[in-house]
C-alpha cells in the first residue's frame, strides 16, 4: 500500500528565513511519480513539480528547491528566502505507474501549513 | 490554468436531502476525478472515471455516485446527504500519456454543509 508521511502539521518562520517541508513515502512500486502540490489561503490546488523515481536529480525554480532521496523514500521541499505570498498547505503526493496507462492513483500527505510572518 | 470550474461553489443542504455537484473541464482529458478534503485526512478519492460511461470507485465511496454522459461533465451525487459528508469537493484532471502518469490539475473546490 501506498502512503505519504508529511509529519510537520504546521511550520512558521519569519519572512526571508528558509524552510523545508518533509515528505517521506512508501511504496512497494519500483517505478512511481511525486508530486508538490500548493494550497493557497484561497483555496486552489496548485501543482508544482512532477518526479519520476528514475530521476533522483535534485530541481531547482526559483526561490524552490526539490531533494529527491530514493535511499531514504524523502521528497524534501526547500523554500529559499520565504515571503509572505509562501504561506499556504503544501501537499506532498505520491502516484503509482501504470503501463498501460490506466487508472493513476495518487496518495495524498495530509499537507503541511506553512505561515510565513512579515 | 486548466479550464476547470465546479458548480455551486458552496452549498448548504439538509441531512437527507440529494445532492449533485458538478464538475466541468474544457481540456478533453480523459480522466476526471473526485476527492474530499478533510482536516487530518489530505485529499481522499471518492470515484474517479476514465471516459465517458466509464467509472471506478476510490477509497471512500459509500454514500456517493456519479456519472459521465459526456468527456467534459463529471457529477458527483450524494443520494442522501449525512453530515459526515461536509467537506470540500475538488474536481481534477488528468490526462497519462501510455506509461507516464500526469499530474492532477484540479478545479477549484465546492464547499458542502449538510445541517
Known amino acids: 500500500a501506498q502512503k505519504v508521511t508529511q509529519a510537520q502539521t504546521e511550520i512558521s518562520v519569519v519572512e526571508k528565513e528558509d524552510v523545508t517541508l518533509d515528505c517521506v513515502y512508501e511504496?512497494?512500486?519500483?517505478?512511481?511519480?511525486l508530486f508538490w502540490y500548493k494550497q493557497p489561503p484561497s483555496g486552489e490546488l496548485v501543482f508544482l513539480i512532477r518526479r519520476n523515481s528514475f530521476d533522483e536529480q535534485n530541481e531547482i525554480s526559483g526561490r524552490y528547491s526539490w531533494n529527491f532521496q530514493k535511499s531514504t523514500s524523502s521528497f524534501n521541499f526547500t523554500i529559499t528566502a520565504s515571503q509572505v505570498v509562501d504561506s499556504a498547505v503544501y501537499f506532498c503526493a505520491l502516484s503509482d505507474f501504470r503501463n498501460s496507462g490506466g487508472y493513476q492513483k495518487v496518495t495524498f500527505g495530509i499537507g503541511t501549513k506553512l505561515q510565513v510572518i512579515p | 490554468d486548466a479550464g476547470i470550474t465546479q458548480s455551486p461553489r458552496h452549498k448548504v443542504t439538509e441531512t437527507g436531502t440529494p445532492v449533485t455537484l458538478r464538475c466541468h473541464q474544457t481540456?478533453?482529458?480523459?480522466?476526471m476525478y473526485w476527492y474530499r478534503q478533510d482536516p487530518g485526512h489530505g485529499l481522499r478519492l471518492i470515484h474517479y472515471?476514465?471516459?465517458?460511461?466509464?467509472?471506478d470507485k476510490g477509497e471512500v465511496s459509500d454514500g456517493y455516485s456519479v456519472s459521465r454522459s459526456k468527456t467534459e461533465d463529471f457529477l458527483l451525487t450524494l443520494e442522501s446527504a449525512t453530515s459526515s459528508q461536509t467537506s470540500v469537493y475538488f474536481c481534477?484532471?488528468?490526462?497519462?500519456?501510455?506509461?507516464?502518469?500526469?499530474?492532477?490539475?484540479f478545479g477549484p473546490g465546492t464547499r458542502l454543509t449538510v445541517t
Open positions: 511504496t512497494r512500486d519500483t517505478t512511481y511519480y
Open positions: 481540456e478533453n482529458h480523459r480522466y
Open positions: 481534477a484532471i488528468s490526462e497519462p500519456t501510455s506509461g507516464s502518469p500526469y499530474e492532477q490539475y
Open positions: 472515471s476514465y471516459g465517458v460511461k466509464d467509472t
